[in-house]
């Protein structure tokens, strides 16, 4: 087994809860790029330093520890906090929950819930695009699929476990590559100009540049992007306008409405700006949804994009 290059003990907060401050960062239990795993959480990336693998686990006095895999190990263990979410800053966020009884229910419940922050823009860019417009099932299997093409092993003991794809090389793939793996032209395209912009959405010094910078890719719109910033910069404002579900889920938790549209989900999210995603996030963590009508259909996440 090889042995960590860089290692780092982390304090969280009291009642913290790595795997579901974490699992957002997991695209289902066989994300090949990040996993948990015996109460470890495994995360590959590409780092400006290279390659690396980070492995977040419970310690002994209630610290949380960091070890990084790679030439990139460093890079990791420095951003380790952030990753886990002990850099998500919820200031004025009780006073706006206790407003809303439903919101300061939710946030009793989920006290040790945090928002991580990885820094990566184009691998959670790669996902949410392979998102737009088809059922969780249909996305998974292509952001799967892609992974394992372009991927590469990750270095560390987590095997397998795979990095992300290589922005240049996606960016130079032929659009039809990404056939087979039920990507049509228009979402491959939206990812290869996603991919040659790489590098300029990695500068990015926000979440507001990085919003500004991805919705002027084609094809890339407000879900896109909001998807993004939440996952890469943490934001906790950032509300995926276009979802097929969230729009009734806000409507239904926070007005008992069973159906609402993006004006409306805006409305009532207003109180809590600052912390918008926040909310949403929160009635993810405990599974709300609104009430379904009509015959049995699949659940399909149609995004506008």
Not at 210 to 224: D, E
Request: charged share 20%; proline share 10%; with cysteine.
């Amino acid at each position: 087994m090889s042995e960590p290059s860089a290692r780092r003990a982390l304090r969280p907060p009291a009642g913290y809860r790595l795997a579901a401050s974490v699992r957002p960062l997991t695209f289902s239990t066989y994300d090949p790029c990040a996993r948990i795993a015996a109460g470890t959480f495994w995360w590959a990336a590409r780092t400006p330093a290279g390659p690396a693998t980070l492995a977040l686990r419970p310690a002994g006095s209630g610290e949380l520890l960091a070890e990084g895999y790679g030439p990139g190990a460093d890079w990791v263990v420095e951003r380790a906090d952030a990753v886990a979410g002990l850099r998500d800053d919820l200031t004025g966020f009780a006073e706006r929950a206790a407003a809303h009884p439903v919101v300061a229910r939710l946030a009793a419940r989920h006290p040790g819930l945090r928002m991580p922050a990885t820094g990566q823009v184009f691998a959670r860019a790669l996902r949410a695009i392979l998102e737009q417009k088809v059922t969780g099932t249909e996305a998974y299997r292509a952001y799967a699929a892609t992974v394992r093409h372009f991927g590469e092993p990750a270095p560390g003991p987590m095997q397998p476990l795979l990095l992300p794809p290589d922005p240049a090389a996606v960016a130079a793939a032929p659009y039809w590559v990404f056939h087979p793996f039920g990507v049509e032209q228009k979402r491959a395209d939206t990812l290869r100009r996603a991919a040659a912009e790489a590098a300029r959405l990695e500068r990015c010094a926000d979440a507001a540049e990085a919003t500004r910078r991805l919705t002027a890719v084609p094809g890339i719109g407000a879900w896109t992007a909001a998807e993004v910033v939440r996952i890469a910069y943490g934001d906790p404002d950032a509300v995926s306008v276009g979802d097929y579900h969230v729009p009734n889920t806000v409507a239904w938790a926070l007005a008992g409405e069973p159906r609402g549209d993006d004006t409306r989900m805006l409305a009532l999210l207003e109180p809590f700006r600052g912390h918008r995603g926040r909310v949403c996030v929160l009635l993810a963590a405990e599974g709300v949804q609104a009430p379904r009508y009509g015959p049995r259909m699949p659940i399909r996440s149609f995004a506008r994009y």
